[in-house]
């Protein structure tokens, strides 16, 4: 049944996506649920009791959930799942229970509700099934449902004042509405007639949008060290939108910020976060108005990054990278497929910036049915390089060249502490030294960061050198990092030189010189 | 037949006088003080002043009666007019053009045309129309040749700085280029009359290589032009590499005028040309 409501929803994504003005017009509310709907089902593909089911199918869409209505849907299932607990099948009196929970369920998620939302139509349907729970006959109360859902949906825009400008329903309401049919169609046994069903050529109308600012940040938070209602309040000063959905050990966070490197350093002191992305929102909103606009125009690719610190990602959004997952161990090759489907473009770069991650690029890149190109930047510093020569007005091929040939030009130097004596390439290193590596290849070690660089920049042509970039680790003060700079300027006077916060957790220092 | 332009197109003087080009000059402003472009303000004194004034630099368009008064001037010796504007896209004096006939009180025949360009590209097109109206062309004959060569001018540039653009609110999907906390050098050209990027590097100097290889991908220079805010060194130097591709002398250098000055700040550098990109 799962199933069918979301093959549903995959025919009707890009309308929903066109549908999107609340909270924040980047028109991506059908891909987001259909993602989360996605996740679930992989979890749940399994055969079981309709509790195990449903409770692997909250899991896996919690863990997947994407943007606020994907966030707010997982919770539903969330609710769902907790109320079938123990029960042996499912029919209406098991759904009714499960809609009203995973409706009060989704409405704690939201810090702030606002009605003429998805909140309100799943509140409104769950509150008119009532009477057809006790009927016994399941096709009839999800017909039910299905008119109440319509109803409620068709109210918003008297709810919501910018659906009503836009002349528009509310997307996510609309993506719950079309999952509860592709329900109805799965009683019915109508499977052909979702296959069938055309993609929608032209959105409906959409009113200009104010610009959004900001950016979309993710993740996932486990080995939390407070209790849900103080990391809530906690990441409430954070950020905008924000919605914590959550089971027992495992928490989901959804919120907007202007300032994702600083709200990720805070998070990241509540507990352990994973599947950390940040999406560039006034990225998403363009893309998607162009595509309204003028829908026969060729899109730009969209470039999804790789960094290992929140630092990192702020330089790479603000060059211009679409999505960027930040990850303390590598990535997925799944994880990256979720980063790659998320981001608007149909079609897509990636930057590994490491080369260990290159491979389960690659693996995303045959996964998914989005024509995806693999950069394989070795290190963050060729990573940071290509996006600079990165030109959203070109075409795609003409940005492959360009961003290959700009990644050739620049070295790489990443200093870290050694975890042991050895000895290699001819240099001997103890452990706690600082070891600099050049290119990948270690060069030397000192007692100190700036001895370290120093000795690995004499191997450099440095007199042709124009620029060196210093993205300095987590556990490195920016005042330190300042004199290093300093120090490095006074070596090489023509020398450009700045010094950025990387947020790395393991190199001291990420270096790049052209 | 005479041709009328703004003071955006940054026509040398000495062209000005020889092709008869009558050219309205835009408002500059800082603070309350008023200025007429390249006449009550020359571009040494706007730039000192961009450095020592307290205010930020804010533009204006002329009004339609400055407009109308070049109009009924030309009138007594003319029966037909036309006007080569800036690209109506980020400046309302084309519209102050269009409303300067109707404030006319002597009668006369008088066209506008939205290059949809600035600088020296438009320079280029207004001199095509006035070579065109010096040799007897109709208006229609002159507006034909301005058309012919719209498509064909275009500018390259490159920024020291966005911070005047992103006040100026002139920066269109050049947008992209804020937000970055890496210290980039953004190229910048015009597309459908609009501020549009073209790359950016990491250094200055291998932004001005971009500028070289640029003019480097004509197959045919009819036109060449350096142009710059305040950093006429690197000017010089960009038209002696660019020697190699067009005969020096031919390539003129200009300071560029306080009105795009306002918007760009110091430290920009300029290629303007009229020809044929290679295929």
Request: a neutral charge; aromatic letters at 4%.
């Amino acid at each position: 049944m799962l199933e069918t409501a979301t093959r549903c929803l995959q025919a009707q994504a890009s309308r929903i996506d066109s549908l999107n003005v609340f909270p924040v017009p980047d028109g991506d509310t059908g891909t987001n649920m259909l993602l989360t709907m996605r996740a679930a089902l992989r979890a749940a593909s399994r055969d079981g009791s309709v509790s195990a089911v449903a409770d692997a199918a909250a899991r896996g869409a919690l863990l997947g959930a994407r943007g606020n209505s994907g966030v707010i849907l997982s919770q539903f299932l969330v609710g769902m799942a907790q109320a079938v607990k123990g029960a042996a099948g499912i029919g209406p009196a098991e759904l009714g229970r499960a809609f009203r929970h995973g409706s009060a369920l989704a409405y704690k998620a939201v810090s702030q509700p606002v009605e003429g939302t998805m909140l309100t139509v799943l509140r409104e349907t769950s509150e008119a099934v009532r009477p057809f729970e006790s009927e016994g006959d399941l096709p009839a109360f999800l017909e039910a449902a299905l008119a109440a859902a319509g109803a409620a949906l068709a109210r918003t825009p008297d709810l919501l004042p910018v659906l009503r400008e836009a002349g528009v329903v509310d997307a996510g309401g609309q993506g719950l509405y079309t999952l509860l049919e592709g329900m109805c169609l799965y009683t019915r046994g109508d499977l052909q007639f979702v296959q069938a069903r055309p993609e929608p050529s032209r959105p409906g109308p959409t009113a200009e949008v104010a610009p959004t600012s900001g950016f979309c940040v993710e993740f996932t938070l486990s080995r939390r060290k407070h209790s849900l209602e103080r990391v809530t309040r906690e990441l409430g000063k954070l950020g905008t939108s924000l919605i914590v959905a959550g089971v027992p050990g495992l928490v989901r966070v959804h919120l907007h910020s202007d300032e994702p490197d600083a709200l990720i350093r805070r998070a990241a002191s509540l507990g352990s976060l994973e599947q950390l992305q940040v999406r560039d929102m006034k990225r998403q909103q363009y893309a998607f108005q162009h595509r309204r606009d003028e829908p026969n125009a060729v899109i730009a690719p969209d470039v999804v990054a790789v960094v290992p610190g929140a630092g990192l990602a702020r330089v790479c959004l603000g060059l211009g990278a679409a999505v960027v997952v930040v990850g303390v161990r590598s990535p997925s090759a799944e994880e990256l497929l979720e980063a790659i489907e998320s981001a608007p473009a149909a079609r897509v770069f990636v930057l590994p910036n490491d080369k260990n991650i290159i491979l389960a690029a690659e693996q995303a890149r045959t996964l998914g049915s989005k024509e995806v190109s693999v950069i394989p930047a070795t290190n963050i510093a060729q990573g940071i390089a290509a996006l600079v020569a990165f030109r959203p007005e070109q075409t795609a091929d003409a940005n492959l060249r360009s961003m290959q040939e700009a990644m050739s030009a620049v070295h790489a130097l990443e200093v870290c502490q050694a975890v042991r004596t050895t000895r290699l390439n001819g240099v001997a290193v103890r452990k706690n030294q600082l070891a600099a590596y050049l290119d990948g290849e270690l060069v030397a070690a000192a007692a100190s960061a700036g001895k370290a660089i120093r000795e690995a920049l004499a191997h450099l042509p440095m007199e042709k050198a124009q620029n060196l970039a210093l993205y300095y680790g987590a556990g490195v003060r920016a005042g330190q990092a300042a004199r290093l700079a300093d120090s490095l300027r006074a070596d090489y006077p023509r020398l450009e030189v700045e010094a950025i916060s990387g947020g790395q957790p393991v190199q001291a220092y990420l270096i790049g010189v052209e | 037949m005479r041709i009328v332009t703004d003071s955006v197109a940054d026509l040398p003087s000495e062209l000005v006088a020889r092709l008869g080009i009558s050219v309205v000059p835009l408002i500059v402003r800082f603070g309350t003080e008023e200025y007429r472009d390249g006449i009550d303000l020359s571009a040494e004194q706007f730039y000192a002043k961009l450095r020592s004034s307290p205010h930020f630099p804010a533009t204006a368009t002329p009004s339609p009666q400055d407009f109308a008064d070049v109009y009924d001037r030309l009138a007594g010796e003319t029966g037909e007019i036309l006007a080569i504007i800036l690209s109506a896209a980020f400046s309302a004096t084309y519209q102050a053009a269009e409303k300067g006939r109707e404030l006319m009180r002597r009668t006369c025949r008088v066209e506008v045309l939205d290059s949809r360009l600035a600088t020296m590209a438009e320079g280029f097109v207004v001199m095509r129309a006035a070579e065109a109206a010096r040799d007897g062309a109709s208006l229609e004959e002159a507006r034909e040749a301005a058309r012919r060569a719209i498509p064909r001018a275009n500018i390259l540039c490159c920024f020291d700085t966005l911070e005047y653009l992103k006040r100026g609110g002139r920066i269109g999907a050049a947008q992209a280029f804020l937000g970055s906390v890496l210290k980039v050098h953004p190229l910048i050209t015009l597309r459908d009359g609009l501020v549009q990027p073209a790359g950016r590097t990491r250094s200055r100097a291998k932004a001005v290589d971009r500028l070289v290889e640029h003019v480097a991908g004509f197959a045919r220079i009819d036109e060449l032009a350096v142009e710059n805010t305040a950093c006429p060194d690197e000017a010089e130097a960009l038209r002696e590499r660019l020697g190699a591709l067009h005969p020096k002398e031919r390539i003129y250098r200009s300071q560029m005028t306080p009105v795009i000055g306002a918007h760009t700040g110091p430290g920009l550098l300029l290629v303007a040309a009229l020809g044929d990109r290679k295929p």
